[in-house]
């Protein structure tokens, strides 16, 4: 069994940052790939970013060059700067090995004056 623990979410103005940590624990100590999602209201669940162990990212188009994950052994962030209301969304993490895939439970994300 393995549990990701999200957290850093929160209220943040326009134009500003924040930090994403996602803790990976149980039974497996190293992940393939750890990746970011997010899912507003009404809109389907998309790919922020993705790394790889031997790390190659991914970005998506609305995201590049403001978002930028990181990864510390089973700790993966997403440091978010220039912060746009468009961006408020619930944020998950992934970790995949092979087939077996894992989700965090999510944090809140708002960007509001």
């Known amino acids: 069994q393995v549990q990701l623990v999200e957290s850093g979410g929160g209220l943040v103005q326009p134009g500003g940052s924040l930090r994403l940590s996602c803790a990976a624990s149980g039974s497996e100590n190293s992940f393939a790939l750890m990746a970011w999602y997010r899912q507003a209201p009404g809109k389907q669940r998309e790919k922020v970013a993705l790394l790889t162990t031997i790390g190659s990212t991914l970005y998506g188009d609305s995201v590049k060059g403001r978002f930028t994950i990181s990864r510390n052994q089973n700790t993966v962030y997403l440091q978010m700067n220039s912060l746009k209301p468009g961006d408020t969304a619930a944020y998950y993490c992934?970790?995949?090995?092979?087939?077996?895939?894992?989700w965090g439970q999510g944090t809140q994300v708002i960007v509001s004056t």
């Open positions: 992934n970790a995949r090995n092979g087939r077996r895939e894992y």
